[in-house]
């Protein structure tokens, strides 16, 4: 990127946030115009030309590695993905902000750790049912249960989601779309066998049954996935789960067991 | 906050309730076409055992699913919690099916 | 309540009435009980509250009650096919029908008690 200075220059009006934890405020920068620019784009000549000290976070710039989200006019967007001529409102204005429903540590970069830490608490992790020695267990691509875990793996981790919902904004224990997401694609994946402990760990207070189907997730997903429907093959399982269990109280009890 | 459990109540008591509202509303319009009057409305549900079951089981469950529903509104906007939020949302069920089947007992008995 | 950027979102609106709407209705509901009851002990009170619903301001909120009542009824249908059927890409007409169909079953209500009544 380069530093322009023509004298016929248009320039854009960019508020940006600034500040730790809960203080801050807006500050505002002009930014030369240029084409086919990004908020990415933006920020960084911010960074680059006007003040160094912007702290935000970034990586691939290609929208594989979901590090760049922020709230770009209210809204959840990656930035690097996003054209700033598609975004301005009709005043040219735009204000950039850190991701909602996450700590801010500086500036434009919130703390992910709650966020990574509810995948975890959803159960959305691998659990192998093949060691090293037996191989790679065959995937039909054919199945129902296959096609719906492919629906929902696509994801970059971006938190576009988290920060989209409004039930993670009022319910600090809700897992959030993500975490629900994965927990999905992974109770439909053959070769995980946590499927009762996926069931059992997203039925609890902060589980998929807080959604309110708000679908502010599937909106925003920048990779076009449809968390709300993850979210929703997740209270159909578990309330089958549920229902099993109270006509069957035996079976659970011998869950975890090595059969 | 609201578990499997609360989840599947408040589904089974909306699926309950489906077919009794399109009846509530199918006696409202018929009901206020002579004007309201207790004479009416009492005249179709005195002694009626069949108004008793219906509006019975409607406010049962009502108070059922008002109860859950607003469960989620007060941890969510009032941001009540644990215990409170418990007895808060106990208390609205059984006011609500307490006065409820008063009420059905009243037009029905 | 401001609605903020996020939110303005056709699903999202359907969200927040349905919510609004059984908020609502279940604020209503202990006057509604307790106007019936008037029936066992207070028939002359029941009559006096019930002869109310000739005046047009309370026909209006007749109708508005009957509205919040069809508007959370097929938000609700709306809501259980989404979660139990297959997911459908007619989201947002279901949505709207919603809203159409609580507009007809209420409108259809106030026509029969003001014309009728």
Redesign the interface.
């Known amino acids: 990127m380069t530093q322009i200075s023509q004298p016929d220059q248009q320039f854009i009006k960019v508020s940006i946030w600034r500040g730790a934890g809960d203080k801050g405020g807006y500050e505002t920068f002009d930014v030369p115009d240029q084409e086919s620019q990004t908020i990415l784009d933006l920020v960084s000549y911010i960074q680059q030309y006007i003040d160094p000290s912007l702290t935000y976070r970034f990586a691939c710039r290609v929208g594989m590695c979901g590090s760049c989200a922020m709230m770009v006019n209210g809204v959840p967007r990656w930035t690097c993905r996003t054209h700033v001529k598609k975004i301005t409102d009709k005043a040219g204005s735009l204000t950039i902000a850190p991701l909602r429903n996450l700590p801010v540590i500086k500036d434009l970069v919130v703390d992910m750790d709650v966020f990574f830490d509810k995948w975890v608490r959803a159960e959305a992790v691998h659990h192998p049912t093949c060691s090293i020695e037996q191989g790679v267990q065959p995937v039909s691509e054919d199945t129902a249960e296959r096609q719906a875990a492919n629906a929902a793996i696509e994801c970059i981790n971006c938190a576009v989601c988290y920060a989209a919902c409004d039930?993670v904004a009022?319910?600090p224990?809700?897992l959030g779309p993500a975490a629900l997401n994965r927990a999905w694609s992974l109770v439909n994946d053959v070769r995980d066998g946590g499927r009762e402990a996926i069931l059992e760990a997203v039925?609890?207070?902060?589980?998929c049954?807080?959604c309110?189907s708000q679908q502010s997730c599937q909106k925003y997903c920048p990779n076009e996935l449809n968390p709300t429907a993850s979210i929703a093959g997740l209270?159909r399982e578990?309330?089958k789960?549920?229902?099993r269990n109270l006509l069957n109280p035996a079976k659970k009890h011998n869950q975890g067991e090595p059969a | 906050?609201?578990?499997?459990?609360?989840?599947?109540m408040q589904?089974l008591t909306?699926?309950i309730m489906?077919p009794l509202?399109?009846g509530?509303?199918g006696v409202?319009?018929y009901a206020?076409?002579?004007?309201?009057?207790?004479a009416e409305?009492?005249g179709r549900t005195q002694g009626s055992y069949f108004w008793a079951i219906f509006y019975g089981t409607f406010?049962l469950a009502?108070a059922i699913h008002?109860a859950i529903?607003?469960r989620?509104?007060l941890?969510?906007?009032v941001r009540l919690d644990g215990m409170v939020l418990n007895l808060v949302c106990w208390a609205?069920a059984a006011?609500?099916a307490g006065?409820?089947l008063?009420?059905v007992?009243?037009?029905t008995? | 309540m401001k609605v903020s950027g996020h939110q303005r979102h056709g699903l999202w609106f359907a969200y927040i009435s349905h919510?609004l709407s059984?908020?609502l209705?279940?604020l209503f509901?202990?006057l509604?009980?307790?106007v019936?009851?008037?029936?066992?002990?207070d028939?002359a009170a029941?009559?006096g509250f019930?002869?109310w619903?000739?005046l047009w301001y309370v026909k209006v909120a007749?109708y508005g009650l009957?509205f919040l009542?069809?508007l959370h009824?097929f938000g609700?249908?709306r809501l259980?096919a989404l979660?139990w059927l297959p997911w459908s890409a007619r989201q947002k007409t279901y949505a709207a029908t919603a809203l159409a169909a609580g507009f007809a079953?209420s409108t259809?209500?106030f026509l029969?008690?003001t014309f009728?009544?």
């Open positions: 039930v009022s319910n224990e809700y039925s609890g207070t902060g589980g049954h807080n309110h209270k578990t309330s789960f549920a229902l | 906050m609201i578990n499997a459990r609360l989840y599947i589904r909306a699926l489906a509202v399109i509530h509303i409202m319009i206020v076409q002579n004007g309201l009057s207790a409305i009492l406010a009502v008002a529903g607003l989620a509104i941890h969510e906007w609205i006011g609500l006065l409820g008063q009420a007992y009243s037009v008995g | 919510r059984g908020l209705l279940a509901l202990p509604h009980f307790w019936l009851s008037l029936a066992l002990n028939r029941l009559d019930l002869s619903t000739d007749e009957v009542l069809s009824f609700g249908l259980m979660e079953v259809s209500f029969s008690a009728y009544g």
